[in-house]
């Protein structure tokens, strides 16, 4: 019998999260199939859990905390939460403070993927230790 590959662990930046989440019928609906059917693993730390629950609470959203809290119960249970070691990974230069714990995510939880629709990560792709990757090439990566 052959054993079910195990889910791809990958960091995905906020704003792909939220769109995934939000435009259940958009462009990342995909990226949120993969995390439902256990074929990627997102990868969580303490700041970008934190992230992610303060931008859903944005009133631009006009999202309930009832909304709030079904829209994490969708993902946070898929994701494996990663304590980020202090000191924390040596990260390449970032323009933007911000990008930082996700590139620290990435190298502590040995991710396989960055998945990003951010500009200043993208650009770190060559001289980072795992891809970075928009959500189109790693959604077509995904087959």
Same mark, same amino acid.
């Given at each position: 019998?052959?054993?079910?590959?195990?889910?791809?662990?990958?960091?995905? *930046?906020?704003?792909?999260?939220?769109?995934?989440?939000?435009? @259940?019928?958009?462009?990342?609906?995909?990226? $949120?199939?993969?995390?439902?059917?256990?074929?990627?693993?997102?990868?969580?730390? &303490?700041?970008?859990?934190?992230?992610?629950? $303060?931008?859903? @609470?944005?009133?631009?959203?006009?999202?309930?905390?009832?909304?709030?809290?079904?829209?994490?119960?969708?993902? #946070?249970?898929?994701?494996?939460?990663?304590?980020?070691? *202090?000191?924390?990974?040596?990260?390449?230069?970032?323009?933007?403070?911000?990008?930082?714990?996700?590139?620290?995510?990435? #190298?502590? =939880?040995? @991710?396989? @993927?960055?998945?990003? =629709?951010? &500009? *200043?990560?993208?650009?770190?792709? $060559? =001289?980072?230790?795992?891809?970075?990757?928009?959500?189109?090439?790693?959604? *077509?990566?995904?087959?």
């Amino acid at each position: 019998m052959k054993r079910a590959a195990s889910p791809l662990p990958v960091v995905i *930046d906020t704003n792909l999260v939220l769109s995934a989440l939000v435009f @259940a019928e958009g462009r990342l609906t995909p990226l $949120r199939q993969a995390w439902q059917a256990q074929r990627i693993r997102p990868l969580v730390s &303490r700041v970008t859990a934190a992230e992610l629950i $303060r931008v859903l @609470a944005y009133p631009k959203f006009r999202l309930t905390p009832e909304e709030q809290r079904e829209l994490l119960a969708d993902y #946070l249970p898929c994701c494996e939460t990663v304590r980020i070691p *202090d000191p924390p990974p040596k990260t390449p230069a970032c323009r933007d403070a911000f990008d930082v714990p996700f590139l620290q995510l990435a #190298l502590a =939880g040995k @991710a396989k @993927a960055l998945v990003t =629709g951010d &500009r *200043d990560l993208l650009s770190l792709a $060559r =001289g980072f230790a795992c891809p970075n990757l928009s959500a189109e090439r790693f959604i *077509d990566s995904l087959g």
